[in-house]
């Protein structure tokens, strides 16, 4: 995105581009607009960091890596109490574009519809029962029979940030299935992950976050932290959801590793941005 001219012989500078420069102002707006809706911190039962930030950082990263639009239809599956939609409330056209959020936690979808719904009306939060043995242990829909109240062929973009970091792995292949009936043709998902490549597997101790120094679960593609609930933090072999995506009628258009196996990289957890493929379902 970036381009790189010389004024003289001896002096180069680089210049962004334009679309890469609204992008930035974008992110500023976001993290200086002191209207924009923010829970409590007490309230925010999932992800770590500060709620605003990792959400504007995201907004980025839907753009650049994903190629979100604003006239996009978008599906955010597991959407917690807003981290993800707010910023979108700033780049999605109001006319144009639609946004549909989903999360089994009553009370995030609650905090979405007064303080989101009720400024941005299209943005539209609904509570699906699934059920997870750390989010909703009473759940009344198995993941593994899960069916989105959509039609098919409905969604631009789909995103699933932190929610196969927390999945067995049949499950998994259902809520990609899921993603590849909704999904329009070229349509896209961005899929965050821990892959567990043989940097990640070499040494359990020796990344930059030792909270995810996992193991092995028995033979399958699984690997879970010890001294943790085991969906506390999945992690799975490489190419188990290269795999998965393919299954369900997607191609993987990019896959960047994160800096949690503790390489430099702009993102933290692994990234999979993937696109419906044209014929099928």
Same mark, same amino acid.
């Given at each position: ?80 109490? =807003? +981290?993800?939609?707010?910023? &979108?409330?700033?780049?999605? /056209?109001? #006319? ?6 989903? !999360? ?101 101790? =020796? +990344?930059?976050?030792?909270? &995810?120094?996992?193991?092995? /679960?028995? #033979? ?6 010890? !001294? ?54």
């Amino acid at each position: 995105m970036n381009e790189t001219f010389r004024r003289d012989e001896s002096a180069p500078v680089t210049a962004l581009s334009a679309h890469e420069e609204h992008i930035q102002w974008l992110q500023e707006s976001c993290l200086k607009n002191r209207f924009l809706p923010q829970p409590a911190p007490d309230s925010v039962f999932v992800g770590d960091g500060d709620f605003k930030a990792v959400g504007t950082e995201f907004l980025g990263h839907f753009i650049r890596m994903g190629g979100l639009q604003p006239e996009s239809r978008v599906l955010d599956i597991g959407c917690g109490i =807003g +981290r993800m939609a707010v910023p &979108l409330t700033q780049y999605l /056209d109001p #006319d144009k574009g639609r946004y549909n959020g989903i !999360d089994p936690v009553e009370g995030g979808i609650a905090w979405c519809r007064r303080f989101v719904t009720s400024v941005y009306p299209s943005f539209a939060f609904q509570r699906v029962d699934i059920a997870h043995e750390l989010y909703n242990p009473q759940g009344k829909i198995s993941g593994k029979a899960l069916k989105l109240p959509y039609a098919d062929r409905h969604f631009d973009f789909a995103i699933m940030t932190s929610i196969v970091t927390h999945l067995p792995p049949d499950e998994v292949l259902v809520y990609l299935s899921e993603i590849g009936r909704l999904l329009k043709p070229g349509g896209r998902l961005f899929m965050t992950a821990f892959v567990v490549d043989p940097i990640a597997a070499a040494n359990e101790t =020796g +990344r930059r976050d030792p909270r &995810l120094a996992f193991q092995r /679960d028995g #033979d399958g593609p699984c690997w879970f932290v010890p !001294d943790l609930p085991r969906l506390a933090a999945v992690g799975f072999d490489d190419g188990f959801l290269d795999g998965a995506l393919n299954r369900a009628g997607l191609f993987t258009a990019l896959k960047s590793l994160g800096s949690w196996r503790g390489q430099a990289a702009d993102h933290y957890q692994d990234v999979f941005v993937a696109e419906r493929t044209g014929g099928g379902r």
